[in-house]
């Protein structure tokens, strides 16, 4: 059974750094695509960020680029999101998803679109307070 398990959500002021982790189970990080979203009270999902497990190939919404940064450990079956000099406007449930099969490679390319990815962890909330 494939199970994703995000972690290090928390709370954190204006300008402070979080590390997210997305450990996964039930399958090997050797040819997925893991993509990050978030979903603000009353706001649409928004993907963050996604990586392609084959070769690294990363791709950055426009609102994080520059401060989020997405690595993968596949010896560790864990995908992180580093994300510095956070604002009120990042205040979301994070989540982490994945995909497999060799068209991962390509999709990271194109976006984070949430219909591409058919594993969901459960989700961890990221507070950021002024």
């Known amino acids: 059974e494939v199970q994703l398990v995000e972690s290090g959500g928390g709370s954190v002021q204006v300008g402070g750094s979080l590390r997210l982790s997305c450990a996964a189970s039930g399958f090997t990080l050797d040819d997925y695509a893991i993509g990050w979203f978030r979903q603000a009270p009353g706001k649409e999902r928004e993907g963050v960020s996604c990586?392609?497990?084959?070769?690294?190939?990363?791709y950055y919404a426009d609102s994080v680029k520059g401060r989020f940064t997405i690595s993968s450990d596949n010896a560790k079956n864990t995908v992180y999101l580093q994300m510095n000099i956070l604002t009120p406007e990042d205040t979301a449930v994070y989540y982490c998803a994945g995909v497999q099969g060799p068209h991962t490679r390509t999709l990271v390319t194109t976006g984070v679109w949430a219909y591409e990815y058919d594993s969901w962890g459960q989700g961890t909330q990221v507070t950021v307070s002024s």
């Open positions: 990586i392609s497990s084959r070769d690294g190939t990363t």
